[in-house]
Each structure stands twice: as C-alpha cells, then as structure tokens.
C-alpha cells in the first residue's frame, strides 16, 4: 500500500475523532447529482475556564455545572474541574507539592454530575482558586460551569458572576477603567502543557497607551495570572478598552472590575468586532446606563442607537448615533434609558460597515445602595445556549429580536436538590426585548438551570441577570448567552473507493 494511501485514511481517522463519526454519502446519494446537506453533531471535547473568584475574605462563591441533554450524544464520558496554579509559584515544584497537601486549594469546588442535572458547590474567603475543565464524550456537548461571588462589603462588594470561558487567542474588553476608585484585574488562565505567551493592549479616548509591562506576559502551564491594570499604565482612564492577544499557546481570559461605591462584577469577552452589535438585556430597573465603543482598524465608524423595547425600537432622546474614531476607546452616559421597561441596544452602520467591539455599564439602586454589573456585545443564541445558575424569584430571561421575529423554546432543568424539568415556548415579535417568565422546575430543591433553543425565525440574543440576597443593596449580576457551541457543522463525504487504489 502507497505512503499516500496511509495518509488519507489517517486524515479520515482523525475526522471521525473529533467529529464522532465521518459520514459517507450512500451511492443512491451520489448517483442523484445532489449532496445531501451537512449534518450537525455533538461535540467530543469542551475546555472551560474559570478565573480565581475573589481576593475578599468576605466572599461567598457558588459554583454551577450543567450539561444539557444532547440528542445524538454519546452515553458515556467524564467531566472534571482541577485547580489552576498561580502564576508566582508555578516555578517551584516543591510549592505545588505544599500546596496538594491544602486540601481547600487542591480539590475543586464542584463535581459534574450527568446531563440533565445540575451540580452546585461553595466556597468561601479568599483562597478559591482558579479551575480548569475538561470534559469529553456525552458530558462535553455545551457544558457550563458559572461562578457566582457574593461579597457583604468592601471594594467590589454585592453580586459578581461570570460564565467559565472557552479558551482562545484574542479578547476585546471595552468598559474596563483605571480611574480612581476602580480596581480593575485581568485574569488570564492556561489549560495547556506548554507556557503561553500573552500581549495585553490599552486603549483611551486619545488612542494606545504607552507600556511595556504587558507585553510578553508568560502564563505557566496550567496556571493563571492576575494583571491590575493599572500597574500597566500610569493613565487615569474613565474609559478603557483592553485586547490580549496570545502571541503562542491559548487562554481563558475575563476583567474584574471592582469598584468602591458601586460594588463591582466580570467583564467578559465581547463578541468579535462587527458592524452590527446587539447588547440584549438591561435590567428595566437601571439608573444608569454607559455604552463604550472601540473600532480597532484605522477608520472611524458611525453607528445608529437604538433600543428594542417591548413594543418596538426606539431612538434614545439626544442619543440617535454616536461617533467611534478610529484606535480610541468612546464612552457615552445614556442615562436611564430603559425607563421601567426591558431592553437592549441595538448599534447599526449609519453608512460604511466598520467593525466595532462594544459593551455597557449598568447601575442599578441609588446613593449607598448602588450595584454595577456589564453586559458586552453578545452573539445570537444560535442553536442553543444555558445559563447554569438560576434561583427561583431571583432570574430575569431577556430575549431579544433585533431583525425578524422568532419562536424561542426555554427549559427550565431538573433542579440540584430535586424538581421536574419543565419547558415554555415564547413568540418574540420583530425589534422587541421581551423578560419573559422563564419556567421553573414544580418541586424546585436548590438551583437550576435554563437552556434557550431558537426554534425558528430570525436570530435571537438572550441574557439572564440574577439578583443578590442582600434586600439593603440592589445586588446583581448579568451573563450574556451566546450559542454553546455543543455541536459541529461536519459536510457530509462522498464515497470514492479510488482514493484506496495504487
């Protein structure tokens, strides 16, 4: 047999791998001229990250992990979270050795259990620290681990979670701040073998900021590092949009801005640069509400502002576009611009479609009873999305239709301590955001989790705020849901025989 033989059925072994099988085209198929269309199947393998939750001694952290059941999964397979090692004492083989022997920091917050139910863990001070998952076979499919840090007082103090991110190699944070007042961290998390390597860029209203402290950032294997950033640059920024961008290897990476009057909460990623953005959820109640922009090539954008509303969209007074010069990060106080009723922004070209990254500050109380939370540009829904940590009369579904009307399927999971899953279905008209009373499972014991399927329709952008239990502070937190990415578009193959031929 020819080396080239060999090689094109290795090449077919490695496709049926990562995809679960290669599908071959039956001759019927391949007589009738028309290739039958791609199929979609589970995913075999998923990473999730997770940053260090909190320095606060005061903090309370839950962990939620859920796997949806997914059609066409494998039965079997694992799920796991291992401890990441902190980046200061990665070097020393014999401070890891010490710090097995902590039995806090080496065993994991929470253990997966099989799809369909949800798994919760706490923990609780300053010494939680950042996770690393993996998870394979039937567990893999749109797994998602959410971490929700509660802290009573203090800079940061309320309701601070995020969603455990895939890793990557570019992330655009546009809302993180070097003012007075704001301690803001990245976070930057390795789940592979080998070192990465890491360039972190700040962006102003008058364009980069000089330093040399980010460039080159070295994140050991499996370990994690913690950038404040304003040890990066000496510029008192309101505004500031942050890029890491991994010159080798890959991470996991998230901003924790914390705050000393408003309390604090993660920045995540915002979705790549586009043209078009939709920012889905502002909690109806915000009093304040600040859009920052950023167009990272070299011209400038003009964007149309609007807000989707219940009855429609809507053009903020004295709001109608906003102006993005080119390599500068800028800010705009919309006020309260929900005024009682759900809603999202919309950003569209007002001519030429130049990309831009973009995510909004939301305040929400007054005076000392104050909260801030984000909520970055967030891709559709998609096929599926699930937020993992939900509690009854403390979850708001937002969903959101900026183009063409959809139909939404919601279901409400079994809950950790026990419950019946349930499900609802939503029709969200055209240009609307709609909080929707999202279902929950009869007999609930614990925490639950929600997964969103467009069912059909235009695209569909959803967020989940969750409230905090502190009745003194308006404590809150929102996570954007974006596609899980639980399957793969895998083209259908013809069979021809004449590849295995001399």
């Known amino acids: 047999m020819k080396r080239t033989t060999l090689s094109l059925i290795a090449c077919a072994a490695a496709l049926a791998a990562v995809t679960g099988f290669a599908a071959v085209a039956t ?28 320095t606060s001694d005061l903090a309370e952290t839950q962990y939620t992990s859920f796997t949806p059941v997914t059609k066409g999964a494998e039965e079997k397979g694992e799920a796991a979270l291992t401890v990441a090692t902190p980046g200061d004492a990665a070097e020393d083989g014999d401070a890891k050795d010490d710090r097995k022997s902590d039995d806090k920091a080496a065993k994991p917050p929470v253990e997966p259990e099989k799809p369909g139910t949800p798994a919760t863990g706490k923990t609780s001070g300053s010494g939680t620290p ?26 940061g103090r309320g309701l601070q979670g995020v969603n455990c991110s ?8 546009p809302g993180a701040s070097t003012a007075a007042g704001r301690s803001d961290y990245v976070h930057l998390t390795n789940p592979d073998d080998s070192a990465a390597v890491v360039d ?13 402290v980010g460039e080159g950032v070295t994140v050991p294997p499996h370990g994690t590092e913690s950038l404040l950033l304003s040890t990066l640059t000496e510029a008192k920024e309101t505004d500031l949009t942050v890029h890491v961008g991994v010159r080798s290897g890959r991470v996991g990476a998230a901003v924790q801005a914390l705050d000393d009057k408003t309390g604090g909460d993660w920045l995540t990623a915002a979705a790549d640069p586009a043209a078009d953005l939709v920012l889905p959820g502002i909690p109806k109640d915000a009093t304040a ?53 759900a809603g999202s922004l919309v950003l569209t070209p007002t001519d030429g479609a130049v990309p831009v990254v973009a995510a909004v500050r939301v305040v929400r109380g007054k005076g000392g009873e104050q909260e801030s939370a984000f909520i970055p540009a967030s ?60 279902p929950v499972p009869a007999g609930l014991k614990g925490g ?20 905090g ?31 295995l031929q001399d």
């Open 379 to 438: 891709d559709p829904v998609g096929a599926r999305a699930t937020a993992a940590d939900n509690r009854a009369k403390s979850t708001t579904l937002a969903l959101t239709a900026p183009g063409e009307g959809a139909e939404v399927r919601v279901t409400a999971s079994a809950g950790s301590e026990g419950g019946t899953p349930a499900t609802k279905t939503y029709t969200v008209k055209a240009g609307t955001t709609q909080n929707v009373e999202a």
């Open 130 to 155: 950042a996770l690393i998952g993996t998870a394979d076979g039937g567990r893999a499919p749109g797994w998602t681990v959410q971490q929700t840090t509660e802290v009573a007082a203090g800079t």
């Open 448 to 467: 639950y989790a929600l997964t969103v399927e467009t069912v059909s329709g235009g695209p569909v952008h959803a967020s989940r705020t969750l409230t």
């Open 200 to 212: 972190i860029e700040l962006y102003g209203k008058d364009g980069a900021l000089e330093s040399t």
């Open 27 to 54: 001759p019927d198929a391949a007589d009738s001229g028309t290739a039958a269309p791609a199929a979609r199947l589970p995913v075999e393998r998923t990473s999730l990250l997770c940053p260090a939750p909190s």
């Open 289 to 341: 509400v600040r859009l920052v922009l950023f167009t990272p090539g070299g011209t400038d954008a003009d964007l149309k502002v609007r807000l989707a509303s219940p009855s429609g969209l809507i053009t903020p007074a004295g709001h109608e576009t906003v102006h993005v010069k080119a390599g500068m990060t800028t800010g705009v106080d919309l006020g309260p611009v929900t005024r009682g009723e």
């Open 166 to 173: 895939a890793p990557d190699t570019e992330f655009w944070f």
């Open 469 to 499: 239990s502190d009745d003194d502070v308006a404590s809150f937190t929102v996570q954007t849901l974006p596609d899980d990415r639980g399957t793969v578009s895998v083209p259908n193959a013809e069979e021809d025989l004449s590849v």
